[in-house]
């Protein structure tokens, strides 16, 4: 899952299919999506990604705190929990830039 970066909500009009509809059904229409930046995300962060619970997110933080940042998805997989499909899955939904 990616951390939504806006959201656009439609007005009534735009949500009513036809003339004469009865109630009105708001939407909401995620805009653009920022991936989670790994080195620097927090356990609560962590979960929001899909797949990710909380022991995942504990493992991500105490490899983390063992081995240092991540430099790349290559990683991944060196993280209990994580094996080479669940992180090809995870991938995308991260950055891996340096801390500062």
């Known amino acids: 899952m990616l951390v939504p970066v806006s959201c656009q909500s439609l007005s009534d009009s735009e949500t009513v299919a036809s003339k004469g509809s009865a109630a009105p059904n708001p939407t909401y229409t995620p805009v653009s999506f920022a991936p989670v930046p790994i080195n620097s995300a927090d356990r609560e962060l962590l979960m ?51 801390l500062p």
Do not use: H
């Not at 997110?57 to 499909?85: C, F, H, M, T």
């Open 48 to 98: 929001t990604v899909r797949g990710i619970g909380p022991r995942l997110a504990d493992n991500i933080l105490a490899y983390r705190n063992d081995k240092g940042p991540l430099s790349g998805s290559g990683q991944l997989p060196e993280i209990p929990g994580i094996g080479p499909v669940k992180a090809a899955t995870l991938a995308p939904s991260f950055s891996f830039s340096p």
